[in-house]
């Protein structure tokens, strides 16, 4: 494992891009392993990922009044299995996560290298928060290998 200090601009996400394919009303943002209502289990060949800065993340647009996407993202609705159920309160962990986030116990994160780029394997809620409040901060990376993530099916 590899440890550097990287700036926050230099950091992007990983996220679930926009299913065309899937009614609305269930939320078009699905995970693999997810079964909605209707009994639709989502494969792997069925979601698509793409790597973003973090301030085109969901959860940084919410931190800047733009709840909707985030909302919208999480799927909220419709879905009975994989992280479906926890989806229902995820607005509030959320705000919840904001208001009592503490920098101080985030002392390193894990990244991969993706196309030349520092990807978060886990943590773009708590780097989006500090992006937040300031852009220029510098965090403690771990470089992971990471193949299940990485050969996520890309968009």
């Given at each position: 494992m ?13 996220i ?15 995970r ?8 639709r ?9 793409k790597?973003?800065?973090?301030e ?65 394997v ?20 771990n ?11 890309r968009?």
């Amino acid at each position: 494992m590899n440890t550097i200090q990287v700036s926050l601009k230099n950091i992007y996400g990983k996220i679930v891009c926009k299913s065309d394919s899937i009614d609305t009303k269930f939320g078009q943002y699905p995970r693999i392993g997810w079964v909605n209502i209707n009994g639709r289990y989502m494969k792997r060949r069925n979601i698509k990922y793409k790597i973003i800065k973090l301030e085109e993340s969901p959860q940084y647009k919410f931190l800047c009044n733009n709840t909707n996407y985030y909302k919208e993202y999480m799927n909220v609705t419709g879905w009975i299995s994989g992280y479906g159920q926890e989806r229902k309160n995820a607005v509030k962990n959320f705000e919840n996560l904001i208001k009592n986030f503490d920098e101080k116990k985030m002392t390193q994160i894990d990244c991969v290298i993706e196309d030349g780029k520092y990807v978060l394997v886990d943590g773009l809620h708590r780097c989006s928060i500090m992006f937040y409040k300031n852009k220029d901060k510098l965090i403690k990376i771990n470089i992971i290998k990471c193949k299940d993530f990485t050969s996520l099916p890309r968009k």
